[in-house]
């Protein structure tokens, strides 16, 4: 599994432990420990959830919460509100503001991380399953294997990494810069012709005897899966 997550949550130590385990669970993860950093961080990547303490510097996680539903960008992202309000007035608050789940502390996290699956499962599920299939290509998520008819494609990690990142969102373009986030991360610097290089790289690995590419370059601003590839 290679869904993303935002975790906003200024406990610390609850921080590491949420981002540890859902990291060793196969989630790319980023975070932060203030409400008003997390459209910095949306504008570099649209996460597949978030989840979003209550009580937050700069910004409360309710309003927080409140300003992604108002953006139609943000709107459909799900959001777990974790919290140590266990009231039934501040559990409809928070679901009413357009939280998708609600999480008391303390808490246990294998729990956590089957809710996090569960809504995963009904809103996206490309980011959760375990083969992802277009056209002749499927991308196997168990075993990282990649085929393309009945040919293996030797990828490199990052070369996998970058086909799976395009393949969860046909047809959505990323900009370089997204894509370095997201198959690379934001603690290693590397220049964003790189991606040009390990796309140009997935291309030839993948449409050898001239197949058709099922990658398409946006000019000036990056790549995207074909959506009508194989259609």
Excluded at 84 to 112: I, M, N
Excluded at 115 to 128: C, G, K
Excluded at 158 to 185: F, I
Aim: glycine fraction near 6%.
């Amino acid at each position: 599994m290679s869904a993303s997550l935002l975790i906003v949550e200024d406990e610390e130590p609850l921080q590491v432990l949420l981002t540890y385990n859902f990291q060793a669970e196969g989630f790319r993860v980023r975070s932060t420990t203030r409400g008003d950093e997390v459209d910095m961080l949306l504008k570099e990547e649209l996460p597949d959830l978030i989840i979003l303490d209550w009580m937050l510097p700069g910004l409360s996680g309710i309003e927080v919460c409140r300003r992604l539903r108002a953006r139609e960008e943000t709107s459909r992202i799900p959001v777990i509100l974790l919290t140590a309000r266990g009231e039934e007035s501040e559990r409809v608050r928070g679901l009413a503001t357009g939280a998708d789940d609600y999480v008391v502390k303390p808490f246990s996290v294998p729990e956590l991380i089957a809710r996090v699956n569960s809504i995963l499962r009904r809103v996206n599920p490309d980011s959760v399953a375990e083969q992802l299939a277009a056209g002749d290509i499927e991308l196997d998520r168990r075993t990282r294997r990649v085929l393309r008819g009945e040919r293996d494609v030797d990828l490199s990690p990052t070369e996998y990494r970058l086909l799976e990142h395009l393949m969860q969102n046909p047809g959505r373009v990323y900009s370089r810069e997204q894509l370095l986030n997201a198959v690379w991360g934001h603690d290693i610097y590397v220049d964003e012709r790189t991606v040009d290089v390990h796309v140009g790289r997935l291309r030839k690995l993948l449409n050898r005897g001239r197949r058709v590419d099922p990658i398409r370059t946006v000019r000036g601003i990056g790549y995207s899966f074909d959506e009508r590839f194989g259609a």
